[in-house]
């Protein structure tokens, strides 16, 4: 991302659906990337933004204040970083719609993904949701409305019959609503330039986006995840701006967030965004040396020996496997000897864990709020702790008085 990128903008995207960081730490990660070269922030929101009045309910439990907003603003000036916020104004509504009060406005009753675009309700929602934004955002030069992925446009109710009139197309609804929130934007907010992802626009032939007046009203960004960009493989969309894309082009090459797309929360900065960080950073900054390098250190244990240990304890460990068998243990039968084979092991294994994990979940409220930490702590490192206090609980239990062997449900063999 240094200086040898051809882009003249290079912008790391914090897509905060779901785990959104702290303040505190974005405070410590945005001279990382002023220093990797980035030189602006594309910001998505989600229901990290503090909405108020009837919007009010799309704030997420631990949503940033308005002056959490502009301390945000404020860390990314001192960084020469410049804020792009981003808004879903059609696809990707998931933080919208899942509100009882606006599942109207789905374009399909069953999912909460798309907008209805023939709802009037519909553009003034995401109209003052911009207004929203704009308002804690003055002098934003670009809005990126988002509009990637607009998945099952069409197949509403509403649409269906709109299809069924004469010329009528998906590619027309769907320029028709990006025209029209393009529109709102320019109208309300003439300063700001509307972005708008690509995707849905590729493949649209040229002379109906010209005739449709969304080129003319934003710019678009390209979005693809492969190593090459190829502008002139996107559709006409990108022929026909290609001049203002290869002027633009906000496209990072610094990408840290994973796309949790649906409303429950998880690190964004998972194990996998770790190394990617890490991999760029080290290379500049040397191992350790970046904020966080600590979480990556011990997901990296986490992820890689948690699991097998357990794994190797319970299901290759010749004592366990023979002599406290799931057969012995759910009949709570075991030779004693054998206790002092197992039990040392399994005490040894999840006392070594277990401050492992405390170190780690430590580390992890630094970054995040508590209901993350607790999500990612419950999926990727308690069953496993669970499973070495269960072999130890049915041990404790196995090395009571032995039960009666005419105990029901207990298989004993015959003597001939």
């Known amino acids: 991302m240094s200086g040898s990128s051809p882009f003249k903008r ?137 509009c990637d992925e607009v998945y099952y446009l069409g197949e509403g109710e509403a649409s269906r019959q709109w299809l069924q009139q004469e010329q009528n197309t998906k590619a027309k609804l769907c320029l028709s609503h990006v025209k029209a929130v393009a529109s709102h934007v320019q109208a309300r907010h003439p300063a700001t330039t509307p972005l708008v992802w690509d995707d849905m626009l590729r493949d649209i032939p040229e002379d109906q986006l010209s005739a449709s007046g969304v080129p003319q009203l934003v710019e678009p960004v390209l979005w693809d995840y492969g190593a090459d960009l190829d502008i002139h493989g996107k559709g006409g969309f990108a022929e026909d701006v290609k001049a203002r894309v290869e002027n633009f082009l906000g496209i990072s090459s610094l990408e840290i967030t994973d796309f949790m797309r649906y409303p429950t929360p998880q690190p964004c900065l998972s194990p ?9 950073s080290l290379c500049r900054e040397g191992a350790g040396s970046f904020p966080g390098s600590d979480i990556l250190a011990l997901i990296t244990q986490v992820s890689l020996h948690l699991r097998s240990s357990v794994d190797a304890l319970l299901e290759r460990d010749r ?89 029901p449900g207990l298989y004993t063999s015959q003597d001939p």
Do not use: C
């Not at 602006?40 to 204040?65: N, Q, V, W």
């Not at 799931?326 to 294994?349: D, E």
């Open 272 to 280: 996998h965004a770790w190394t990617r960080l890490s991999s760029a």
């Open 10 to 146: 290079r912008l790391v995207h914090l897509d905060l659906k779901g785990a959104p960081p702290k303040v505190s730490y974005l405070s410590e990660i945005f001279p990382l990337f002023h220093a990797l070269g980035a030189n602006g922030l594309l910001i998505e929101y989600e229901d990290m933004f503090p909405y108020e009045g009837h919007l009010r309910l799309l704030r997420a439990k631990h949503a940033y204040s308005p002056f959490e907003i502009k301390e945000i603003l404020h860390l990314a000036t001192l960084n020469n970083l410049e804020v792009i916020p981003l808004v879903q104004t059609f696809g990707h509504m998931e933080f919208v719609l899942k509100h009882e009060a606006l599942t109207h406005l789905r374009e399909v009753a069953l999912f909460p993904n798309t907008l209805n675009p023939h709802e009037a309700e519909s553009l003034a929602l995401v109209g003052a949701m911009i207004d929203q934004i704009m308002e804690l955002h003055p002098g934003a030069r670009w809005l990126h409305i988002g």
């Open 319 to 407: 004592y366990v496997t023979g002599w406290f068998s799931p057969f012995h243990r759910r009949r709570k039968l075991i030779h004693p000897v054998m206790i002092q084979h197992i039990q040392p092991q399994a005490l040894s294994l999840l006392a070594r864990w277990s401050a492992l994990v405390g170190e780690l979940e430590a580390a992890l409220q630094r970054v995040f709020y508590s209901d993350t930490v607790e999500e990612w702590l419950e999926e990727n490192v308690y069953p496993s702790l669970q499973q070495l206090q269960g072999l130890l609980q049915d041990l404790s239990e196995a090395a009571g008085p032995p039960p009666s062997l005419a105990s």
